[in-house]
């Protein structure tokens, strides 16, 4: 699991009872606890535990900024101080929750302790005057199961942004010549998301294949590997290429200090290695180090946050939509040459050769059924979306690659959208629901959010805890 770490800030207002809300922040300090959430607390600075004062909010920004957290988790222990929140969470810049617990019935003399939810209502208006973005988990007990799925999927969204925004792509070699749809601007990508690009060309990775072919240690347990987890149906010196290739690519990919791959997959790495780099790629990706095909950087882009919104529970898989079903009105094929990770896969993979091309180094494989979800990161003209929703994997022919048939609730209209632009063939899928996390993570990014399924006001619900 992504370690992801909150500043944690319970907030009061004088008015209302102090050791109330010094009892729900312990309260609250448990739970998280009991959660496995990591945090960096504020008792050490405010006297009792609480943000409320301008003196300690200045102590407590740079105890946050020296720990680096991740996200501020802001609790209403009563009606809370809005300003000081605000003043905070503009300061740091990364993601915000707030919540708070429900009130008691109040007492016989109809007096009411904390007045939580009032508090909630001024502090989301003041946020807002300060630009500053925040989710919102609805006011509820900590018992209630609401509060662990909010907290949890707020993690995974502090996730997201953490990764986006520190997102350096190992670009292997320009884009092919007729992948025109796979352009991207970098200097935008650099000045709007501080996404960054190490471009190096063939040569340089095919010196490192060298390396590790001449080196032989680390070649030789990816060869062992491999043999162990697939069919090997390629020549035992194009595996050792294979193993060679995706040792090399790993060690670029960290020389450079880069946290996904975009390599130019064809025809200039054939002539130079004389096989498809697939499964290379998907060794990398069962790792945990997203690769994608055809230099395509929005799709790189893609993997990385899916990757994120999946907190180390599933791998990503990055595909072509490829043809429709030939019965199903609303499936489609999701294919490639054969980059997928192993743990994708509903049968043991086989290293063999592509559809399209005659070198081997692909991986075959159908992936596994079940729910899942699909995304695009992408952009022209100056502005970005991410494309998201559901799908289910689903009976279809064999084909060549990895694959897997999938049904999604509206084909046409999606069709029209990848059509329609600014998306293109590819797309990245991973078996879990992260629609609701990628959703939530485009507010904090700066991107829209383009949900395919037009189930908006569902995904918001399901963020809030209804």
């Known amino acids: 699991m992504k370690n992801i770490v909150l500043g944690f800030a319970p907030t009061r207002r004088s008015i209302f009872s102090a050791p109330d809300a010094v009892k729900y922040a312990e309260l609250t300090r448990s739970k998280l606890k009991e959660l496995g959430v990591s945090f960096v607390d504020i008792n050490d600075i405010a006297e009792d535990g609480l943000l409320h004062d301008e003196n300690d909010r200045i102590k407590i920004a740079a105890k946050f900024k020296e720990k680096k957290v991740d996200g501020l988790f802001f609790p209403h222990g009563n009606f809370g101080t809005e300003y000081e929140v605000a003043r905070l969470a503009k300061e740091l810049g990364v993601p915000v929750l707030l919540w708070g617990p429900r009130d008691e019935r109040p007492d016989e003399n ?6 939580s939810q009032c508090g909630l209502f001024a502090t989301g208006k003041v946020l807002r005057r300060f630009q ?9 007990r900590l018992e209630d199961s609401e509060f662990e799925r909010g907290i949890r999927n707020f993690l995974a969204v502090c996730n997201v942004v953490k990764a986006f925004r520190n997102t350096r792509i190992l670009q292997i070699g320009p884009r092919p010549y007729d992948f025109w749809s796979t352009m991207c601007n970098e200097g935008e990508l650099l000045e709007r998301f501080n996404i960054q690009l190490a471009p190096i060309p063939i040569p340089e ?9 001449e080196e032989k240690a680390e070649v030789s347990k990816v060869m062992a590997y491999c043999r162990e987890n697939f069919q090997v149906a390629v020549k035992e010196e194009e595996l050792e290429s294979i193993a060679a290739l995706k040792v090399a690519m790993r060690k670029l990919a960290d020389r450079y200090g880069c946290n996904a791959i975009a390599i130019q997959c064809w025809n200039a790495l054939q002539g130079e290695l004389g096989i498809m780099p697939c499964a290379a790629n998907s060794l990398l990706n069962e790792e945990g180090l997203p690769v994608v ?6 799709g790189a882009v893609t993997a990385i946050m899916c990757e994120a919104a999946g907190m180390d529970k599933a791998r990503t898989f990055f595909a072509d939509w490829t043809v429709r079903h030939p019965d199903n009105e609303n499936g489609e094929l999701l294919q490639h040459c054969g980059p997928w990770p192993i743990s994708c896969a509903s049968c043991k993979p086989k290293i063999g050769y592509p559809l399209a091309f005659r070198h081997p180094g692909a991986v075959e494989a159908e992936a596994k059924h079940g729910e899942m979800t699909l995304c695009r990161f992408d952009g022209d003209n100056g502005e970005y979306s991410l494309l998201l929703g559901n ?4 009976p279809g022919p064999y084909t060549k690659g990895t694959y897997v048939w999938v049904e999604v609730k509206n084909l046409k209209k999606l069709e029209a959208k990848i059509v329609e632009g600014p998306y293109i063939h590819h797309c990245v899928g991973i078996h879990r629901d992260v629609v609701p996390v990628l959703y939530e993570a485009c507010k904090y990014i700066g991107i829209r959010p383009d949900l395919y399924d037009d189930n908006e006001e569902e995904v918001k619900a399901y963020i809030r805890g209804e």
């Open 132 to 140: 500053v973005p925040f989710t919102y988990l609805t006011n509820c």
């Open 293 to 298: 095909c055809e230099t395509d950087i929005h």
């Open 391 to 394: 799908a289910k994997g689903i």
């Open 110 to 115: 109809g007096i009411r302790l904390r007045d």
């Open 205 to 213: 990775l095919t010196i490192e294949v060298k390396k590790a072919k």
